[in-house]
């Protein structure tokens, strides 16, 4: 081995027994809606796929995808600014604007590449950033690539951000970030209320709704419409879509001048190659979709309520969430794996979540619903889960 090699092995070697090894399942095959699943031989119930409404598969969106597919090829072929800007992802970004009620909207090939361009292009050195300690990955990592000074004040908690803004003495120069729907824990951030900080202190605010986009508000259009903020109130706005949306990419919505400032200095939009057109198009059909069958968004929030309500019955402790992210804080990591272990035994896919993903303690099962789940098979979720409670196998954080 080289020296290298024997570096790496080493780190390796101290995560594994730290119990924090990751592992990868491949999945072999999965029927419509993505919900029954053969991984590795093992036919399974997943339920740990972000596709929140079942559209990764739909029917209208596969035909879309493919008919785009024939017409524009499968690669873009290039950079947006080069020559890999197609008509689809021109209107794509036209339809996103509306949807959200933002006058312009840019698209990028990921949300981790989203994010790191807001932060790039309006803050840098000697510039403040401000992050919700539960941020995502995404986000803290594009706070601290900025360059700017970097804090983070406690989960959802404003009073903390207002004292922060104000020893600052918050101006322009103070980019204040959160997730709209906390991706590890579920909840929704306190965005009226962040919005009215940021706004007495001038700071740009970015909601990164990557888990509200498509499931939140009247028509979808995530925590912000269901907040009833406008562009106003949070000028700066990430939403995913790879998750509900069920196809891929991302893209940030605000002002024309924040449109073009990324589109002309954010490197990670500079130097990559465009979304395949055919995602685009792919992508203009789920919207569509999105409001033909808003029925979708009522199944899955109905699963997630009963859920919850069948956990409360069970005695497990549930976190205040009530979006499709349902998770139960098991504490240690060991615990955590063992009960996914136990579950995936009996046919349900679950993630184990632990550090540093979340902090350290509060590893947990993360359950996520689909509107593709049915009633029965939240049932049957729930009576495995009685059975692993009464075996105890599954002791919830702090029980003994
Ligand atoms: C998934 C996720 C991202 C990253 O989006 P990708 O398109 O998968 O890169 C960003 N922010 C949050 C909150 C996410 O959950």
């Excluded at 017409?71 to 949807?99: M, N, Q, Y």
């Excluded at 807001?118 to 950033?129: C, I, N, P, T, Y």
């Excluded at 009073?159 to 729907?181: E, F, N, P, Q, S």
Aim: hydrophobic share 45%; proline share 5%; with cysteine.
């Amino acid at each position: 081995m080289s020296r290298a090699d024997v570096t790496l092995a080493e780190k390796l070697a101290a995560q594994a027994a730290a119990g924090r090894s990751r592992r990868r399942r491949t999945v072999e095959a999965r029927e419509p809606g993505g919900v029954r699943v053969n991984v590795e031989g093992r036919e399974c119930l997943s339920f740990c796929s972000n596709d929140y409404l079942g559209l990764a598969d739909h029917p209208r969106i596969v035909a879309a995808f493919c008919e785009a597919a024939r017409r524009w090829g499968v690669g873009s072929g290039a950079s947006h600014l080069v020559s890999g800007h197609d008509a689809e992802h021109h209107v794509l970004e036209e339809e996103l604007a509306r949807f959200v009620a933002r006058p312009r909207a840019l698209l990028f090939s990921t949300g981790y590449m989203a994010n790191l361009a807001v932060a790039s292009v309006l803050v840098g050195r000697g510039d403040h950033v401000l992050e919700d300690r539960l941020n995502h990955a995404s986000l803290l990592d594009a706070g601290l690539a900025s360059g700017a000074r970097f804090a983070r004040y406690a989960h959802a908690d404003v009073a903390a951000l207002r004292k922060r803004l104000a020893l600052i003495g918050a101006t322009a120069r103070t980019l204040v970030m959160t997730d709209g729907v906390f991706s590890m824990d579920g909840d929704i951030a306190p965005l009226r209320e962040i919005a009215a900080a940021c706004r007495e202190t001038d700071a740009p605010l970015l909601v990164d709704d990557a888990h509200g986009f498509g499931v939140l508000g009247a028509m979808g259009a995530g925590s912000v419409e269901e907040a009833g903020l406008g562009v106003d109130d949070v000028p700066i706005l990430m939403c995913t879509l790879g998750k509900a949306v069920g196809t891929f990419g991302a893209f940030v919505a605000g002002s024309p001048v924040l449109i073009e400032s990324l589109l002309q200095r954010a490197r990670t939009y500079l130097y990559t190659t465009a979304l395949p057109p055919a995602v685009a198009a792919a992508t203009r059909e789920s919207l569509r979709v999105m409001r033909d069958e808003p029925w979708r968004r009522s199944r899955v929030l109905e699963h997630a309520a009963r859920f919850r309500a069948g956990l409360a019955d069970l005695g497990l402790p549930s976190l205040p969430s009530r979006t499709p992210i349902q998770p139960v804080l098991i504490g240690e990591e060991a615990a955590a794996v063992a009960a996914s272990s136990a579950l995936f035994e009996q046919g349900f896919w679950v993630p184990a979540i632990r550090p540093p993903t979340v902090p350290v303690g509060t590893s947990r099962l993360r359950f996520t619903f689909s509107a593709s789940h049915t009633s029965a098979q939240v049932e049957q979720l729930l009576a495995a889960l009685r059975e692993l409670r009464t075996s105890g196998v599954l002791r919830p954080a702090g029980s003994a």
